[in-house]
């Protein structure tokens, strides 16, 4: 399915690769939607329609992953509800193998993801796995999301990497899109990215379910042999 001897960069997605997409789902379209309609007084199916209809006007935007915008659409601290949902946040299948196995190859791991820091730092806070990863990003570092060329192009500003020798690996078809006009090289669909939902079917890019599918990552130069 991929060709590890020509992979130097392994970037990882967050939400629905290396952690279950069920927290992030949940939160989202039930338990925010729920204390939103609370606050307002309003009943519980009016309150997920309104914010349903919010979400759709700005998806696959900045504004759509940030906590601060989500907060000041519904007028109190939205990243403040999410340690509430903390037991949800959990490893997805196999990743945190894969992680270990990628390292052990020498390869470099990159985490990037769309998600607010507010987010990224209650999930790194709750399960540990931050440090398997050499680069951390969120892309409201950069002021884009990685479905925007903007994104890749200050990644790779501030990152110096081959793309054509990276394989990134995400569960959203539009954000590999994205990757393959950069230029990376290998990219991988997630089929099963919320562990409560079937595995999606007809996707554009090759997919897994779990990461043993990728095969064990050889170490990226073996002793003696010539450098690519």
């Known amino acids: ?18 952690l279950d997409l069920h927290f992030d789902n949940r939160f989202w379209m039930q338990y925010l ?5 609370d606050k307002c007084g309003l009943p519980r199916e ?31 601290d939205v990243a403040a509800l999410k340690p509430d949902l903390k037991h949800l946040i959990r490893e997805r299948a196999d990743a945190f193998s894969f992680l270990a196995a990628v390292k052990a190859s020498g390869r470099s791991l990159w985490l990037a993801t769309n998600a607010h820091r507010a987010s990224l730092e209650i999930k790194l806070a709750e399960i540990a ?18 479905e925007d060329q903007r994104f890749w192009q200050a990644l790779h500003a501030a990152h110096a990497f081959d793309p054509a020798r990276a394989l990134f690996v995400d569960d959203s078809e539009s954000v590999l899109d994205s990757a393959v006009r950069f230029g990376i090289g290998q990219v991988i669909c997630v089929s099963t990215p919320d562990s409560q939902k079937p595995s999606r079917t007809h996707l554009r890019h090759a997919a897994i379910d779990q990461f043993i599918e990728l095969g064990q990552p ?11």
Not at 5 to 17: E, H, K
Not at 51 to 70: I, V
Not at 218 to 228: E, I, M, R, T, V
Request: charged share 15%; with cysteine; net charge negative.
């Open 33 to 37: 939607p729920e204390v939103y309609a």
């Open 46 to 76: 009016q309150g997920l329609s309104e914010l349903l209809a919010q979400f759709a006007a700005h998806q696959g935007s900045l504004n759509w992953y940030c906590t601060d915008f989500w907060s000041e659409k519904v007028g109190f």
């Open 129 to 146: 796995f931050g440090h398997f990863f050499d680069v951390v990003v969120s892309s409201h570092d950069y002021g884009a999301p990685k």
């Open 218 to 228: 050889p170490l990226l130069h073996s002793p003696g042999a010539p450098l690519p």
């Open 1 to 18: 399915m991929i060709d590890w001897s020509r992979i130097d960069t392994v970037i990882l997605d967050m939400d629905g690769t290396v």
